[in-house]
């Protein structure tokens, strides 16, 4: 059962728009969520967080968005440069140690 | 320091060798993860350290075996691995459990083969 789903394998955007990337889950128990942008052969590298208790997020480039009752939430980067051409995994935690990930969105951003 | 770090990079390995991979920080966290990440998949929890014990297995096969020396290294212990263990073994740290001390930071990983 996955409990955190990234529904859009990839996503292609013009450098300088917006890219939104989607995130949906079904463990109402999570109470933190993560983003995370990997390269190829890389480790992931930490983006942006967002407790329960908050709807948004903001860092930069980066805003990350929670809608609790949808249990969905959202990453937005705007404006979108070629070197966020990565790998973005959304990851939920439920108060342990433990992070639950989803499949992963391919962002390509096209100068 | 804000590193995660891991040794070696890359390990190409016969399934009767014994091995081991090595991973370190210095940020003063007290928790420690094994990850394994196969191509086009998400990184999939085996092992997890808190204060240095094992907290965390998820049922991983005892082929693999972590250690925990001290609160900043941590080592995981190879021996007769198949093939399709074949991965990336990613490391990370944390501060703690719970909320932002589950900010999990990563290490580059080591790419595993196994002939």
């Known amino acids: 059962d996955q409990q955190v789903k990234q529904n859009s394998p990839s996503l292609s955007v013009q450098e300088g728009r917006i890219s939104i990337l989607n995130c949906d889950y079904t463990?109402?128990?999570?109470?933190?969520f993560l983003w995370y942008k990997k390269y190829p052969a890389e480790g992931p590298t930490f983006l942006i967080s967002?407790?329960?208790?908050?709807d948004k997020n903001e860092d930069g480039r980066f805003t990350v968005f929670l809608n609790k009752s949808a249990k969905h939430l959202s990453l937005h980067i705007v404006p979108s440069q070629p070197g966020d051409s990565a790998v973005y995994f959304c990851a939920a935690s439920a108060g342990g140690n433990k992070l639950v990930f989803g499949a992963g969105t391919i962002l390509r951003v096209k100068s | 320091d804000t590193e995660v770090t891991q040794t070696p990079k890359h390990l190409v390995m016969g399934m009767t060798n014994k091995k081991s991979l090595k991973c370190e920080q210095h940020m003063g966290h007290r928790a420690m993860y094994w990850y394994k990440q196969k191509a086009k998949k998400p990184p999939e929890l085996m092992f997890v350290y808190s204060y240095e014990k094992l907290s965390i297995n998820e049922s991983v096969p005892s082929r693999f075996s972590p250690e925990c020396p001290n609160s900043s290294l941590l080592n995981l212990h190879l021996h007769a691995l198949q093939p399709e263990d074949s991965a990336l073994y990613l490391c990370a740290s944390s501060q703690g459990t719970g909320g932002s001390y589950n900010e999990q930071f990563f290490g580059p990983g080591t790419r595993l083969t196994v002939l």
């Open positions: 463990n109402s128990m999570f109470d933190y």
């Open positions: 967002i407790s329960s208790i908050k």
